[in-house]
């Protein structure tokens, strides 16, 4: 389980595509902290590290996850966000997160408003209906606050420390996105549904 509070970025140094997928991230001063075995959420999706040295980890991630997230899209160079897994007893400063990406959606819009952005995604059918105003979302792992919804187009509104902090000062239109929804408006929709 993870909090969708990035606590840091990497950036992905090698990757070898062969069905499934290996990459290597460099990750700085998340280095100390990343163990052979940890979970790490990369860009929203839970890897198991499967190698790590100073200030690099590695992670073999399945053909099934690339096929499903944007990690197909993934190049070396690529900036992406970090989180380690939420440990008994941290604080729960976004919502709960799985790590487990739910779909993709695409930015298809951004303005600048006084000093922070906002920008306008469009989810897949299946999941828009799981998205409400001031309901939480992940996206590229980052727990955030959606402001409004008009059917499978939503808001959110990235403050400066939140661009400077995370991969979301590079947003462009375009971009595909990892998309969570929150597990509580997955339940909650569950328990309306008529046999």
């Known amino acids: 389980m993870f909090t969708g509070i990035i606590t840091g970025t990497g950036t992905i140094t090698a990757l070898e595509r062969r069905g499934d997928m290996r990459a290597r991230v460099a990750t700085g001063d998340e280095a100390a ?81 006084g000093d922070s952005t906002r920008v306008t995604f469009e989810a897949p059918d299946a999941l828009a209906r799981f998205i409400a105003p001031k309901g939480s979302v992940a996206l590229n792992g980052a727990s955030l606050t959606v402001n409004e919804v008009e059917g499978r187009r939503f808001g959110i509104n990235f403050i400066p420390h939140t661009k400077r902090v995370t991969t979301w000062g590079d947003a462009r239109v375009g971009a595909r996105v990892n998309l969570e929804v929150d597990t509580l408006a997955r339940y909650v929709a569950r328990l309306g549904e008529r046999d």
């Open 33 to 113: 902290i990343i163990e052979r075995g940890a979970s790490v959420a990369c860009d929203g999706v839970c890897l198991t590290v499967a190698e790590a040295g100073p200030g690099w980890f590695g992670a073999d991630i399945s053909a099934e996850t690339v096929s499903k997230t944007n990690l197909a899209d993934w190049a070396v160079g690529r900036r992406i966000n970090l989180e380690r897994a939420l440990r008994v007893g941290d604080e729960l400063g976004g919502h709960i997160v799985s790590g487990h990406v739910d779909g993709v959606a695409m930015i298809v819009g951004m303005r600048d408003e």
